[in-house]
C-alpha cells in the first residue's frame, strides 16, 4: 500500500497536464500513488495519461462531468494511502513537498487530521507571489473558533496533505459547492482535526488567462451556501461573519453582481469594521471589470518592480 495517495482530478487539460504529472515524479518522497479523475475529457487526456509507464499513475473515468469535487471525491474512493495529496492540471508540486509535508505529519498526534505549507502564484503576467496561510499549530485549542472566522481561506489544497480518516468523518468534498470548495472543506475538517502550518513554499499555481473569473454566480451561490450551512456556528457573531462578508464583497465587487457587493461593503462600513481597503473595493463596485482590470495590471507592476 502506498503512504500517499494524491487526487489529480481533470478536464479537457491535457494541454498542461504533463507538467503536473512530472512534478509528481520529481518527488523527493517516492512512496505515493497518482490517481488522475477525467472528469469528461474529450481532448485526448486518457491517451496521455496511458502512455505514462510508471505504474504508481492510475487513470480513472468518473463516466461523466461531476465537477472537480465530486471527481476528487470519486479518486479518494480509489485510494489506497492513509493520506492524501491534491493536485490540479497545470500546477506543480516542489520536489521535498511530499517529503517535508509527510516528516511532519508524522510527528503529529492523530487529531491533527492537516498539514499545509505556503504556495507561490505564478500570475498570467510573468509575476509571482508566495501566498503565505494563516499559522495553525497542533496544539492550538482555538482551532475551530478560528477557522469559522475564515482563518483557513489562505490555505490551498495543493499546499495540503489530510488524513484519509479526516476527509471521511467529514463525508468528503461538497459537490453543490462550485466555489471556495476549499474553505469549506477546512471549516469542516476544523470542528474535529488540528492544523499544522509547515514553513516553506511546497506549490506552484498558474493562473490562467488575464480575467477575473467569470462564474459570478456560482461565487454568490457559495457565499450564501457556507454562511447557512455554518448559521449555528456563526450564531449571530459579527466577528466570526465579518470575514466571509469582506471575502464575497470583494470577489463580487467587479461583476455583475457589484450591487450585492456594495449592499455586503455598505454593512461592512455601518458596523464600525470597515477597513481603508474596503473603501476601495466600494469603488470597484461602481468602476467595474474595467477599473478593476486597471488595477490588476498596476499591481503587477508593482509586483514585478519588487
Same mark, same amino acid.
Given at each position: 500500500?502506498?503512504?500517499?495517495?494524491?487526487?489529480? %482530478?481533470?478536464?479537457?487539460?491535457?494541454?498542461?497536464?504533463?507538467?503536473?504529472?512530472?512534478?509528481?515524479?520529481?518527488?523527493?518522497?517516492?512512496?505515493?500513488?497518482?490517481?488522475?479523475?477525467?472528469?469528461?475529457?474529450?481532448?485526448?487526456?486518457?491517451?496521455?495519461?496511458?502512455?505514462?509507464?510508471? %505504474?504508481? !499513475?492510475?487513470?480513472?473515468? $468518473?463516466?461523466?462531468?461531476?465537477?472537480?469535487?465530486?471527481?476528487? $471525491?470519486?479518486?479518494?474512493?480509489?485510494?489506497?494511502?492513509?493520506?492524501?495529496?491534491?493536485?490540479?492540471?497545470?500546477?506543480?508540486?516542489? %520536489?521535498?513537498?511530499?517529503?517535508?509535508?509527510?516528516?511532519?505529519?508524522?510527528?503529529?498526534?492523530?487529531?491533527?487530521?492537516?498539514?499545509? @505549507?505556503?504556495?507561490?502564484?505564478?500570475?498570467?503576467?510573468?509575476?509571482?507571489?508566495?501566498?503565505?496561510?494563516?499559522?495553525?499549530?497542533?496544539?492550538?485549542?482555538?482551532?475551530?473558533? &478560528?477557522?469559522?472566522?475564515?482563518?483557513?481561506?489562505?490555505?490551498?489544497?495543493?499546499?495540503?496533505?489530510?488524513?484519509?480518516?479526516?476527509?471521511?468523518?467529514?463525508?468528503?468534498?461538497?459537490?453543490?459547492?462550485?466555489?471556495?470548495?476549499?474553505?469549506?472543506?477546512?471549516?469542516?475538517?476544523?470542528?474535529?482535526?488540528?492544523?499544522?502550518?509547515?514553513?516553506?513554499?511546497?506549490?506552484?499555481?498558474?493562473?490562467?488567462?488575464?480575467? !477575473?473569473?467569470?462564474?459570478?454566480?456560482?461565487?454568490?451561490?457559495?457565499?450564501?451556501?457556507?454562511?447557512?450551512?455554518?448559521?449555528?456556528?456563526?450564531?449571530?457573531?459579527?466577528?466570526?461573519?465579518?470575514?466571509?462578508?469582506?471575502?464575497?464583497? &470583494?470577489?463580487?465587487?467587479?461583476?455583475?453582481?457589484?450591487?450585492? @457587493?456594495?449592499?455586503?461593503?455598505?454593512?461592512?462600513?455601518?458596523?464600525?469594521?470597515?477597513?481603508?481597503?474596503?473603501?476601495?473595493?466600494?469603488?470597484?463596485?461602481?468602476?467595474?471589470? %474595467?477599473?478593476?482590470?486597471?488595477? &490588476?495590471?498596476?499591481?503587477?507592476?508593482?509586483?514585478?518592480?519588487?
Amino acid at each position: 500500500m502506498p503512504r500517499i495517495s494524491a487526487i489529480l %482530478p481533470t478536464r479537457d487539460r491535457a494541454k498542461v497536464l504533463q507538467i503536473t504529472i512530472d512534478s509528481v515524479l520529481a518527488q523527493t518522497f517516492q512512496d505515493w500513488e497518482l490517481i488522475i479523475v477525467d472528469d469528461g475529457s474529450t481532448d485526448g487526456t486518457g491517451e496521455l495519461v496511458r502512455a505514462c509507464s510508471d %505504474p504508481r !499513475i492510475r487513470y480513472a473515468s $468518473n463516466g461523466g462531468r461531476s465537477g472537480v469535487s465530486g471527481a476528487r $471525491n470519486f479518486g479518494i474512493g480509489l485510494a489506497r494511502g492513509p493520506i492524501l495529496a491534491f493536485h490540479d492540471a497545470g500546477d506543480e508540486w516542489l %520536489p521535498r513537498k511530499l517529503e517535508d509535508q509527510l516528516a511532519a505529519f508524522e510527528r503529529l498526534p492523530p487529531e491533527a487530521g492537516v498539514v499545509y @505549507s505556503p504556495m507561490t502564484r505564478l500570475y498570467w503576467d510573468g509575476s509571482k507571489k508566495d501566498l503565505i496561510p494563516p499559522v495553525f499549530d497542533a496544539e492550538d485549542e482555538s482551532t475551530w473558533r &478560528r477557522a469559522l472566522g475564515r482563518g483557513v481561506g489562505g490555505i490551498y489544497l495543493q499546499a495540503a496533505l489530510v488524513r484519509l480518516s479526516a476527509w471521511k468523518a467529514v463525508g468528503g468534498f461538497d459537490e453543490d459547492l462550485k466555489r471556495w470548495v476549499d474553505l469549506d472543506f477546512f471549516m469542516r475538517v476544523a470542528r474535529e482535526h488540528r492544523f499544522q502550518f509547515v514553513p516553506g513554499p511546497v506549490a506552484v499555481y498558474h493562473e490562467m488567462g488575464g480575467g !477575473i473569473s467569470n462564474d459570478a454566480d456560482a461565487l454568490l451561490d457559495a457565499y450564501g451556501k457556507i454562511l447557512k450551512k455554518f448559521e449555528g456556528d456563526f450564531a449571530g457573531d459579527f466577528d466570526l461573519l465579518a470575514p466571509h462578508h469582506r471575502a464575497a464583497a &470583494r470577489a463580487l465587487a467587479p461583476t455583475r453582481h457589484a450591487r450585492v @457587493s456594495r449592499e455586503i461593503l455598505f454593512g461592512l462600513i455601518g458596523s464600525g469594521r470597515a477597513t481603508a481597503a474596503d473603501f476601495a473595493w466600494l469603488v470597484v463596485t461602481w468602476g467595474g471589470k %474595467p477599473l478593476h482590470d486597471a488595477l &490588476r495590471v498596476a499591481r503587477a507592476g508593482w509586483r514585478r518592480a519588487g
